[in-house]
Each structure stands twice: as structure tokens, then as C-alpha cells.
């Protein structure tokens, strides 16, 4: 009686095992889909808009050849309007009802933030595009950026600052996340290189007229300017400078590069500086910005598209990595998003068309993102705004 | 005058449609097919609690106050300061955020509740701007624009599911909806309507005016922050975005679909909210401007929104069907000397 029980034991574990197998071996594949929830419309409407066609670049050609094991990529966009609840909804869709490999985007701070509480509910990987937000990979396991964190500028101005013997510095930045955090990263990178902050004014990103603060700034006589603004304000504080003839470097990241900016501050734009993550002297990134404007239509130096492309080449890398198609083939969800996790660490060093020929992205090191030393170099406004110059910060500086 | 501007309330003697609109909600989680939408539903829900204080404030007792997001915000940084902070769990955490958001909007309602229409508007838009300042720049206490993470919700040790956060959510929603309903069809309704309507008017007939403003204040202000909390137990985060100006345009854009004043317009309206960029996701770049145009629809043909078209109709039959109280009071009339 006893054998006749391990028998149907044996025989039901038999049956089960084979079930599963078969189950396992007639899965269906899981589609390759990736999602990009950014904005493109808001206020930060071109960095998406820009990010998306640099990640177009990489993915048509690759469905035009076929795509990845006879399997096309789809990518699913979601336009966010600089809204973080609305983000974290199509974060979730993107993971749940569209069965997501990849969430790709987050270029405002705030539309990060709710993306990655998002990456880390849902176990989703997510590549994280141009947020400035300090910590938004600190302890990450699921979310990686390629966007350099606003600290990453403010060491590269220090830098520049402190080569060229320039000991005090008065920075105005806008009230919004973007201008706050730039100017306490600021306020912490230069303090580490002994410059002194002479002032530091505060203004609403809404407001009209920022002349009191400038001339706070003017009265605070310091050896140079630093500007955290959005595009608009941005080139308010910029014509206020110069109608009140303050003649000192003016440094604005990232939104210096913005078209939105140079295109309203128009001649008064000229000789602003910008330390870029992108490298326009490299013959590799002049080739990218020269197919993008042939195919999406002019556009000058800006970050987003090399990001987007950067995010698009790794995307490509990690979905053709055998862990990674393992579980595809097996139809693996959960296994595939921990499998292109753990390859983006693998592929994730690289130098790619953002930082300099040396200084690329670190996804294995903790933080998840671009080297913190040597990424940037320094452009500076020209042409009233019609283009970004290389330039040679030491030059620009030069007291 | 204001009666022509604002829709009277209907007072239903029933509290039926009330349990009907619950019913549905306990089973919509057994209808829906994926975790995604029943986040959605999750958000309606917290959409209508807030609202519903909204609709109080404004609606019934015609204080055009701007603060809510900001009390929003408040009780949800609260529950999870709370916790984290303080050790405290997540019940004791609850009504201690909520005990906070009493106690400060009560601070801010004495000198504030003086200023009527757009000065009231404009005072407490400011409080909203400020307490969003205070939330992105004291970086080292509320985390800056990262937020503060809030604690999973866990039962016997383990973390409590996403059906179990609605059914949260929903128990909260319910007690808001039910809270809500009677204080409109109470006597404490028509008194906020008196005020609304005409304070010194309301005064006269014996409403403490001073008194009853501060009351609605103090309790839209601890509805927005319950539904603070569940938005941190649904995202497990708290950042400055609950107070920023995204969450009082979809605050007013519930009042004006919903319909303002009315029983099921906080609910109404926040469907259509939280769908409706889902929906018109298709339109692709279109999206904004046919969201727009479906706003100003809205706001042409149906000013009193949704339930405003749906209760006034209500309320015109019930009046129809009374026709004969008029003949009776000229029968009266004819009878005096």
C-alpha cells in the first residue's frame, strides 16, 4: 500500500514537472517594450521632445533592421506636462497594463522623483534623463541616470572658478525646485574650493521685473555671476544684467543651452556660460547633431538628444544580452526587469555621446550615473543666441 | 442674487444614492482587470475627499479659499514625518497629522476668515505658495523636492497589498462621503448656505457667522489632509508637487465638471480628472488642447457640472410634484382680512 502511495506521489510530481516544462517551453515571448514618460509639453516640453528623438535614432534604425532576435522594439510614450502625479500614473500603466521592460525618462526633478517611487514599487528599471535632482539614485537599485545630478555642475563650476583664481561669486536663482537646489549645490561645491558666496537673491520664476535682486547683486561686487534660472526668468535676469552694464562672467547651467533661453534673450544672451555635458569638439557628437537637425530640424548644443541617444544605445545593449533574452524567451516578466537591472550594471560603463572622450557613465559605482569628475566642458552663447561656442573656461574666466 | 450664481442645495431626505455610490465603490476592485486601474480608483478617491472639503468651503459656504493643496500637502508630510521621525505607527501617525492640520489651519483661519472673496482667495493662495516653499527649500527636514518616503501600511508584518490600500482608502472615503452628505442636508448645511449667500442676512436670523466659517475651515482643511495621507500610502512618497499649482488647477477643474455645491460633484468630477488624461492619451500632442476644449465645454453648457445638471433636475421634478403648496398659501392669502 505504502509503494502503491510513493507510486501516485511519484508519478503526480512526474506529471506536474512535465506540465511546467512544457508550460516553460511553449511560453510566449514577452514583447519588447519600453516606455519613454516625459514631458512634451510643460516646462520642461523641449528636453523631452529632444530626449525622444535622440532615442528614436537608436531604435528605428534597429526595427528598420529587423529589430532584436527577429523581435521589433516598441516604444510607448507618455507625455507627462510636468505634472508628477499624472508621471507616476503612466509609470504605473507602463509596468502594469502595458507589461513594460523599461521605463525611460523624467527630465523635470519632480516627474523623477514620482518615476522612481514608481521603478521601486513595481520592481521596473528605469533610465532616468535629464533630472537635476541630487538624490534621486542614492541607494538605487532599480533607477539609473544619465542626466548628470545638479552637484556634477556645480563642481565642474567650481572647478573652472578656482583655476582661474576667482575667490568670490554672487549667485541668483529662481524659487522653483531647479533654482533652489542649483544654488545650495553651488553654495556647497564652492565653499569646498574657498570662494566666497558675496549674495545670493532669490526671485520668483513668475516674476516680471528682477531688478531688485540684480542690484543687489551689483552691489555686492563680486568677481562673477552664477544664474539658476528656468528659460523665461532665465533671460529676464540676463537683459536686467545688461541694461545695468554689470560687466562679470555670467554662468548658467543647463538652461543657458536651452532655445527657449537663447532665443529670448536674443543679443543679450551673448558671452553667457555653460558648463555642457556634451562635447561638441568630439567628431562623433558633431555627427549625431548633424543627423538630428537633418532629421528633426535645426537645433544648437543641447544635452537631450545625446541623452536620449546614450539611453537608446544602452536600452539596445541590455535587451540583446543573453540573461536578458533568457527571460524574454521564457516569457519572464519580473525575471526580465531584474535581468536588465543587473545588465545595465554590466554594460553601463561606457563612454557614450554625453561627457568627454575620457569621462563617460559609471552604472556599476553606486550612484548610477555620469563620472563626477571630468564630464563637462564649458560653451559659451553666441551668434545672439543663435548658436553655442566652444570655449575655453580658463580664457572666459580670465579676470 | 448669489442663488442665481451658485446651485441651491437639494436637500434629499434620502441617504440612499449616497450608499449606492459606496456599493459600487466596494465592488469596482473585483470589476477592474488590472492593478494600474485600480490605482486610478484609488486616486478618484482621494480626488473627491479633498474636494469634498473644497466643496464645503466653497461651494456651501462661499469662502473662496485657495489653501487646500497646502493642507493637502501638510497632513501628508505629517503622516510620514511622523513615523519616520518620531517612531510613531501608522495609525497614531493618522490622527496625528490630522490633530496638526486642525490646530494650524484654526491658527490660520482667525485672522485670515476676516477677508472675504478674492482678498480670502489671494491670502490663502499665499499660504499654499509659502507652506510649498517651506516644503522645497528646508531641505534637511522635509527632504527638499525628493520628498519623505512613506512607510508601507502592513498587516501581521507584512505589507498590505493594493486591494487592501483601496479598501483603505475607500473606509476613508466613505466616512468623508458620509460626513459630508450630512452635514449638507443637515441644519448646519443650510446655515453654511446662509452664509453663502448673504452673511449679514445669515447673522440676523441667528448663524454664528465668525464661529461657522472657522468650523468649515478647520474641517476641509483636515478632510484635504486625510486625503494627504492616502496619497502617501498609495505613492510611499510625500514631495512639494502635492501643494504646486497642478493639484489646485485639477482641484478647480473638479469643482467646475463636477459641479460646485452639489452632493456627488467632488466624486463626478474627479473621475473625469483622473480618466480623462488616460483616455485622451490617443490624441497624442492634441492631448492638452482637446482636454482644454472639453473644459470649456464645460464651462458653456454646463456651469453647474455634472451633478449639478443631475441634482437640479432632481430637485425641479420634486418641486414639480409639490406644485399644489402655492395654491395653498393663496388660499391662506384670500382668507386674511
Known amino acids: ?36 514618460v516625459d514631458d512634451r509639453s510643460g516646462s520642461a516640453a523641449d528636453t523631452g521632445i529632444e530626449s525622444l528623438n535622440g532615442l528614436k535614432m537608436v531604435i528605428d534604425p534597429l526595427n528598420e533592421a529587423g529589430g532584436i532576435n527577429g523581435q521589433k522594439v516598441e516604444l510607448i510614450t507618455y507625455d507627462t506636462k510636468t505634472d508628477p502625479q499624472l508621471a507616476a500614473n503612466f509609470g504605473t500603466r507602463c509596468s502594469e497594463d502595458d507589461k513594460g521592460l523599461l521605463i525611460i525618462g523624467g527630465s523635470p ?25 541630487p538624490n534621486v539614485t542614492d541607494n538605487a537599485e532599480y533607477q539609473f541616470r544619465f542626466g548628470p545630478k545638479v552637484t556634477q555642475d556645480s563642481i565642474a563650476v567650481a572647478d573652472a572658478l578656482s583655476k582661474n583664481g576667482i575667490k568670490s561669486v554672487a549667485i541668483i536663482n529662481n524659487s522653483v525646485p531647479f ?17 566666497t558666496v558675496a549674495t545670493q537673491q532669490t526671485y520668483d520664476v513668475a516674476a516680471t521685473d528682477v531688478s531688485p535682486q540684480v542690484i543687489n ?23 536686467t544684467i545688461r541694461q545695468m552694464d554689470i560687466d562679470k562672467p555670467v554662468i548658467m547651467p543647463r538652461v543657458g543651452m536651452m532655445k527657449a533661453f537663447r532665443d529670448l534673450a536674443a543679443d543679450t544672451g551673448n558671452g553667457v556660460l555653460v558648463p555642457s555635458s556634451v562635447d561638441t569638439t568630439r567628431p562623433e557628437v558633431a555627427e549625431l547633431f548633424k543627423k538630428y537637425s537633418e532629421q528633426f530640424g535645426p537645433l544648437a548644443i543641447s544635452p537631450s538628444p545625446a541623452q536620449g541617444y546614450d539611453a537608446g544605445t544602452l536600452t539596445v545593449a541590455v535587451l540583446k544580452d543573453e540573461k536578458v533574452q533568457a527571460a524574454i524567451q521564457a516569457g519572464d516578466l519580473q525575471g526580465a526587469r531584474d535581468a536588465i537591472r543587473d545588465a545595465t550594471t554590466r554594460h553601463g560603463d561606457f563612454v557614450g555621446m554625453q561627457g568627454t572622450a575620457q569621462s563617460g557613465y559609471k552604472f556599476s559605482k553606486s550612484h548610477h550615473g555620469p563620472t563626477d569628475e571630468g564630464f563637462f566642458v564649458f560653451v559659451k552663447v553666441a551668434d545672439d543666441g543663435k548658436s553655442l561656442e566652444a570655449v575655453d573656461a580658463a580664457a572666459a574666466l580670465k579676470k | 442674487m448669489a442663488a442665481n450664481t451658485v446651485p441651491g442645495a437639494p436637500r434629499s431626505p434620502t441617504i440612499v444614492p449616497v450608499l449606492v455610490v459606496l456599493a459600487l465603490g466596494i465592488a469596482l476592485p473585483f470589476l477592474l482587470t488590472s492593478g494600474f486601474h485600480l490605482r486610478l480608483a484609488m486616486l478618484v478617491w482621494i480626488y473627491a475627499i479633498l474636494c469634498m472639503g473644497f466643496n464645503l468651503l466653497y461651494g ?115 466616512a468623508v462621503f458620509i460626513f459630508h452628505d450630512f452635514l449638507i442636508r443637515s441644519h448646519l448645511g443650510r446655515a453654511m448656505q446662509a452664509i453663502r449667500d448673504d452673511e449679514t442676512a ?53 469643482v467646475v465638471v463636477g459641479g460646485l455645491g452639489t452632493r456627488f460633484g467632488p466624486i463626478l468630477g474627479s ?5 480623462l488624461p488616460q ?39 420634486r418641486r414639480t410634484e409639490k406644485k399644489p403648496a402655492p395654491a395653498v398659501t393663496r388660499n391662506l392669502k384670500e382668507e386674511l382680512p
Open chain 2, 271 to 275: 473621475i473625469i480628472v483622473v480618466l
Open chain 2, 202 to 254: 445669515a447673522q440676523a436670523l441667528g448663524v454664528k457667522v465668525t464661529r461657522m466659517k472657522l468650523a468649515v475651515l478647520v474641517l476641509s482643511a483636515v478632510m484635504a489632509a486625510i486625503a494627504g495621507v492616502c496619497f502617501g500610502i498609495t505613492s510611499l512618497r510625500v514631495d512639494p508637487s502635492l501643494s504646486e499649482f497642478h493639484v489646485l488647477v485639477s482641484l478647480l477643474t473638479i
Open chain 1, 179 to 195: 533654482g533652489i537646489s542649483g544654488a545650495a549645490s553651488a553654495t556647497e561645491e564652492l565653499a569646498k574650493k574657498n570662494i
Open chain 1, 217 to 239: 547683486l551689483m552691489q555686492a561686487d563680486a568677481e562673477a555671476i552664477l544664474v539658476y534660472p528656468y528659460p523665461a526668468d532665465g533671460a529676464r535676469v540676463i537683459r
Open chain 2, 60 to 174: 456651501y459656504s462661499g469662502q473662496i479659499s485657495l489653501g487646500s493643496p497646502a493642507f493637502y500637502a501638510i497632513g501628508g508630510y505629517a503622516f510620514a514625518m511622523l513615523q519616520t521621525m518620531l517612531g510613531m505607527g501608522p495609525v497614531s501617525a493618522f490622527v496625528g497629522s490630522l490633530l496638526l492640520v486642525a490646530v494650524l489651519s484654526l491658527l490660520i483661519g482667525l485672522p485670515l476668515l476676516r477677508l472675504r472673496t478674492h482678498y480670502l482667495a489671494m491670502a490663502t493662495l499665499a499660504f499654499m505658495l509659502v507652506q510649498n516653499g517651506v516644503a522645497n527649500r528646508w531641505i534637511n527636514f522635509t527632504g527638499g523636492q525628493s520628498g519623505v518616503a512613506v512607510p508601507p501600511l502592513e498587516w501581521g508584518g507584512e505589507p498590505i497589498g493594493r486591494m487592501g490600500i483601496y479598501f483603505v482608502i475607500l473606509a476613508l472615503a466613505a
Open chain 2, 279 to 317: 483616455l485622451l492619451h490617443e490624441f497624442g500632442e492634441l492631448e492638452t488642447v482637446v482636454y482644454g476644449l472639453f473644459i470649456l465645454l464645460f464651462l458653456l453648457f454646463l456651469p453647474h457640472g455634472l451633478s449639478g445638471l443631475l441634482e437640479r433636475r432632481e430637485w425641479r421634478l
Open chain 1, 1 to 36: 500500500m505504502h509503494r502503491i502511495i510513493q507510486l501516485l506521489y511519484r508519478s503526480a510530481a512526474t506529471a506536474g514537472l512535465l506540465v511546467a516544462v512544457g508550460a516553460a517551453a511553449y511560453a510566449e515571448p514577452l514583447k519588447l517594450v519600453i516606455c519613454h
Open chain 1, 109 to 133: 526633478s519632480a516627474v523623477a522623483n514620482s518615476l522612481v517611487t514608481v521603478a521601486n514599487q513595481t520592481k521596473t528599471p528605469l533610465y532616468i534623463l535629464a533630472a537635476a535632482a
